[in-house]
């Protein structure tokens, strides 16, 4: 696709003097450092109006933003990507576009027209475009990000919203396999609830379960279902899968787990690749018995931030099981592969997959 024919009437207000010549893109911590303009777009209650690029700035908010108090928000994000001839390539934006809108539904906000969401960005990558980091392996990550804007404390839904884009460049993401344990006390999300759409509750939930891990000595959780914690769900940032046998398997999306636009991204170059690939409920019990049989090949974590973190052990009910070695890992290998070349235009993007700006 292009986003060429996208013409909108944006408004442009430039920073006086850029950050630029500060950075030092050799040492980009993740998600401290942000480009010098934003994308912005009001909703004033029946539209969409303003739509303006403006440098990065701290806003005023009012104690009594319905967001601060009742969480009424929701964000997404994708990279883009400076290509050996410095041409600049996202990675399915579109797909973005359309799971905010899946967010927007479920917690009562406005949808953003996908033709805002893309115009937009693609104005704000143009404008910023030398904020992209040219080293291996580095982008710019990319937040969107929608919020309540009434000021009243009473509930109610908001009747006003902002919508944002926002960009920071990130280094190259060190690929340090991960310890998970899997939780089975706490609940992440449940049928019904919210668990589907990128919005802060999901977030501020998780944060004392995974610490919890993190004192254990792992990184993150596995997150089970919240009806029996039987079932493997996902990890809170990133989706889940295992090669058992040959065969790619992973939890079938629903309420309780985000649709990953990495996961059904590695779901088609693995179908493409001849794998197979089955979408179901993967007990846990059946991944502890495929680890103590030796039929559990491969396991990593899906996601925009990795791509694919290879996880190293699994944690259940106090025992540690260890993983076969990263090296030997043919499949979530050759996936990544495929998926980092195709960012960085090294091959033919056969499936339309990459915008280009
Ligand atoms: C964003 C996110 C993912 C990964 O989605 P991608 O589109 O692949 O980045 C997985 N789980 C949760 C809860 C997420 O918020």
Redesign the pocket.
């Known amino acids: 696709m292009t986003a060429t024919d996208l013409a909108l009437d944006i408004s442009v207000r430039r920073v006086a003097q850029s950050r630029l010549p500060e950075i030092d893109f050799n040492h980009l911590p993740f998600g401290r450092i942000m480009t010098d303009h934003i994308f912005v777009a009001d909703y004033n209650g029946k539209e969409w109006t303003d739509l303006r690029i403006e440098p990065f700035a701290k806003m005023s908010i009012s104690p009594a933003n319905l967001t601060l108090h009742y969480g009424q928000t929701i964000f997404e994000?994708l990279k883009a990507y400076k290509t050996g001839n410095h041409e600049i390539l996202v990675f399915r934006p579109d797909q973005n576009a359309k799971?905010m809108n899946k967010s927007a539904v479920r917690m009562y906000m406005p949808e953003i027209p996908e033709e805002i969401f893309l115009a937009g960005l693609k104005e704000l990558l143009e404008i910023d475009r030398n904020w992209i980091p040219t080293t291996q392996g580095s982008s710019l990550y990319i937040r969107p990000l929608m919020f309540a804007t009434d000021e009243y404390v009473g509930l109610q839904p908001s009747q006003t919203y902002r919508f944002i884009i926002m960009c920071s460049p990130v280094g190259a993401y060190y690929n340090k396999p991960v310890k998970v344990k899997v939780e089975t006390h706490f609940t992440r999300a449940v049928e019904g609830g919210i668990g589907y759409a990128?919005t802060a509750g999901?977030y501020a939930a998780s944060m004392l379960p995974t610490q919890l891990a993190i004192e254990e000595g792992y990184d993150q959780l596995i997150w089970t279902d919240g009806k029996e914690h039987k079932y493997v769900e996902?990890?809170?940032?990133?989706?889940l899968m295992f090669v058992i046998n040959g065969k790619l398997i992973t939890a079938s999306t629903g309420d309780s787990i985000?649709d990953?636009?990495?996961?059904k991204s590695v779901i088609q170059v693995a179908k493409d690749m001849g794998i197979e690939v089955e979408e179901r409920k993967l007990a846990i019990s059946e991944l502890i018995e495929a680890i103590q049989k030796g039929t559990l090949q491969e396991a990593f974590g899906?996601?925009?931030a990795a791509t694919i973190a290879q996880i190293i052990q699994i944690g259940y009910e106090g025992i540690r099981y260890e993983l076969p070695p990263v090296e030997t890992r043919k499949i979530s290998n050759a996936i990544y592969k495929e998926l980092e070349d195709l960012k960085y235009g090294r091959i033919p993007d056969q499936r339309g997959w990459m915008m280009k700006i």
């Open positions: 994000g799971r990128k999901n996902e990890a809170g940032s990133m989706n985000l990953g636009i990495t996961r899906a996601g925009t």
